[in-house]
């Protein structure tokens, strides 16, 4: 299996036994380490690998073998994951809006429609964001692009 970290933010707190149990060398550095545990938790425990990581984290990993993106977004949702689909089809994410507006596609209309539920609550509730068709993933969930469609669980 050929898997790759594609974009990676936060902190795994359980790493130690991660290591331990994955077989991961410790001595990583703390990048390194949190890359190899993603890559070998994928291809351990598939789309259950959240059930054994704690920590804040969001990130994306391309399964070459599968030609399919596994993104996880962590139970409490500490940090963002967000992803917005071209009019040609091709998927845009990033932990940061910022990147989605960066890349090739990215069409930027205000989604005007929250801005009274903004107002309101002082923030936005579900997936949706100030910019149509930028959508938030949801705390404790993954989604999976494959054949041009989005799964989310």
């Not at 070998?40 to 984290?57: L, S």
């Not at 993106?69 to 963002?80: I, S």
């Not at 929250?114 to 100030?130: A, K, R, V």
């Not at 930028?134 to 989604?143: I, N």
Request: with cysteine; charged share 30%.
């Amino acid at each position: 299996m050929m898997v790759k970290v594609k974009e990676y933010r936060g902190h795994i707190r359980n790493w130690e036994a991660l290591c331990a149990e994955l077989g991961i060398d410790k001595t990583l550095s703390r990048e390194a380490r949190e890359e190899a545990i993603l890559v070998k938790a994928y291809e351990t425990w598939g789309c259950k690998m959240a059930d054994h990581m704690h920590g804040m984290f969001a990130f994306a990993l391309w399964d070459e073998e599968a030609e399919r993106l596994f993104c996880l977004r962590d139970q409490f949702g500490t940090k963002p994951f967000y992803y917005y689909v071209t009019e040609d089809g091709r998927l845009l994410y990033g932990t940061m809006i910022r990147q989605i507006m960066e890349q090739d596609g990215f069409v930027k209309v205000l989604n005007d429609k929250l801005l009274q539920i903004y107002m309101s609550l002082t923030y936005i509730p579900g997936e949706e964001t100030f910019f149509e068709g930028v959508k938030k993933l949801l705390p404790g969930r993954y989604l999976i692009w494959e054949d041009g469609k989005i799964t989310i669980e």
